[in-house]
């Protein structure tokens, strides 16, 4: 695909997907709920944090005449003491059901909210969930799913509402010192925001932010292919090769026999079949220093590289081998995880715009809210790379395939392939280039959206104590989640530094109002 822990799909439910774009879709890693009682420090009990709660949000920040709709959130004051700071939060691309965790200190932001007696927000995205400005998804109502109806979003909130605590109406940014978190897409709305709309929000941590935005997004596998067993990427680019150099000799007849030894011969398109082999890749996204050697990714690698209980060397088994075992792994086993009972060319097929996947537009739909923000804005293309790289992801992927799928989605606002404006994104809200102070950004070696994020290779951005930039051996958004700075202690030295910026950077905050 595309684009930011991944989609959490599986089975026929990520049938419901005939693209690649969609799953390597940034997302948050989501917690279990604490089943316990909350009570504030004074003993109080509190709501629990699956309390929903509602703003009144404008529908358009350019024109407060159309009214408002009502914007979900939830919170947990458990730590709060007044003076302390309001840590707000968005997840992002999706509904925010389920990620209420992130109020607790199971996360970076309970953490914060704890060591500095602070309260804690999480707030759904404008068209995701059920916070929509309208009752459709229609092109026409998307038109306001813009990144900066979305900054306006939270600094709205943060300077008008009045919070259910106990004098959450006097906390407003001048009253009380507010902290912007945010992890992946949100994790770039931290920047974005703090860079549009300065002096709002006093401190901002963003992990894994992918501030950058790239149309043509092939380093998305760079840190899979550096990071993943050697012989597997050594025998996932043999086959990749040998599917290339048929498409570039016009075998139809060779390809044909490829898909079919991946029980994928109903595919019509070499397009899809082509994504179909990225997804075994982007299983890679769903990893986190926690996760044994039972992850779908590390199935998958091991059905290519042990035979008869022989690990493979470096250089892999060989092109023979990995197109037997691949194509096995997929008949036995990933062709059900991806697809179900559904036919081949219906679960991955890219073609047929009839499909409800392009046609339903009722709310509460992530995959087309998040299209619409992909076509339009960042891009973040997931396709093959330059001939100079090696490549585990066929080079027939280029942006034009996914830039097609626009079209599918949206006929009535693209009558031809749309270039998403990633240059104008970029100017706008300073991408790589941002120098806000008092913004903390914390990154995974491992992560496949390490590119789009200020630590990506050959910018060699200077760690300063007003815009700090750490690193982990990590993956995707892994800062976030206290339980993988216990397993890895290159992750928990991030999150130490993030708490230690933010009480800095808390006590030198004086109230304006």
Not at 293 to 310: S, T
Not at 337 to 350: K, M, N, Q
Not at 383 to 394: K, L, W
Not at 470 to 490: A, K
Request: proline letters at 6%.
């Amino acid at each position: 695909m595309w684009l930011l822990m991944s989609l959490l799909l599986t089975g026929v439910a990520r049938a419901a997907i005939p693209n690649a774009m969609l799953r390597g879709m940034h997302s948050l890693p989501k917690l279990s709920i604490p089943e316990r009682s909350l009570t504030s420090l004074n003993g109080t009990i509190l709501p629990p944090i699956t309390t929903v709660y509602h703003f009144d949000q404008l529908i358009d920040h350019n024109d407060a005449g159309l009214g408002t709709f009502q914007q979900r959130y939830w919170m947990n004051w458990e730590f709060y003491e007044p003076g302390g700071p309001i840590i707000l939060m968005t997840p992002g691309e999706g509904n925010a059901d389920g990620y209420e965790a992130y109020t607790t200190n199971a996360t970076i932001n309970g953490l914060i909210a704890q060591q500095q007696n602070g309260a804690a927000i999480i707030i759904e995205h404008r068209f995701f969930g059920y916070s929509n400005p309208y009752d459709n998804l229609t092109s026409q109502s998307l038109a306001l799913l813009t990144i900066q109806q979305a900054i306006d979003d939270l600094v709205y909130f943060a300077t008008t509402a009045d919070l259910p605590m106990p004098g959450g109406d006097a906390v407003k940014p001048g009253q009380a010192p507010w902290i912007l978190i945010g992890g992946s897409y949100s994790g770039a709305l931290t920047s974005w925001t703090m860079v549009n709309k300065p002096g709002i929000f006093w401190a901002g941590y963003a992990s894994s932010g992918v501030v950058e935005a790239i149309t043509d997004y092939y380093d998305y596998f760079t840190p899979i292919r550096e990071h993943m067993p050697q012989n597997c990427s050594s025998d996932v680019e043999a086959v990749v090769s040998y599917l290339d150099d048929m498409y570039a000799a016009d075998d139809t007849a060779g390809i044909q026999t490829l898909k079919e030894a991946f029980g994928l011969g109903d595919v019509v398109h070499v397009g899809d079949f082509a994504t179909a082999l990225q997804y075994n890749l982007f299983d890679w996204q769903s990893l986190q220093p926690d996760v044994g050697p039972g992850a779908m990714f590390f199935e998958f690698c091991d059905a290519l590289e042990v035979k008869n209980g022989v690990n493979a060397g470096p250089e892999g088994w060989g092109l023979e081998n990995a197109i037997y075992s691949w194509g096995n792994f997929w008949n036995t086993t990933y062709y059900n995880y991806v697809c179900g009972y559904e036919d081949a060319e219906t679960c991955l097929g890219t073609y047929n715009t009839s499909q409800s996947c392009w046609t339903n537009v009722t709310v509460n739909n992530a995959n087309r809210s998040w299209f619409w923000m992909v076509c339009n804005q960042v891009g973040w293309y997931q396709v093959g790379p330059p001939e100079c790289e090696p490549a585990i992801v066929s080079r027939i992927l280029q942006p034009i395939y996914e830039q097609r799928q626009c079209v599918n989605m949206f006929p009535e606002a693209f009558a031809y392939p749309p270039q998403p404006t990633t240059a104008e994104t970029n100017a706008k809200y300073a991408g790589w280039d941002v120098h806000v102070p008092r913004l903390f950004f914390a990154n995974g070696l491992r992560d496949p959206w390490r590119e789009a994020t200020v630590s990506a290779d050959g910018l060699n951005k200077h760690n300063t104590t007003r815009r700090p930039i750490y690193e982990g051996d990590g993956f995707h958004c892994t800062d976030l989640v206290v339980r993988n700075g216990i397993v890895d202690p290159t992750v928990a030295a991030v999150q130490e530094a993030g708490l230690m910026y933010m009480k800095e950077w808390l006590a030198e905050w004086k109230p304006s109002a």
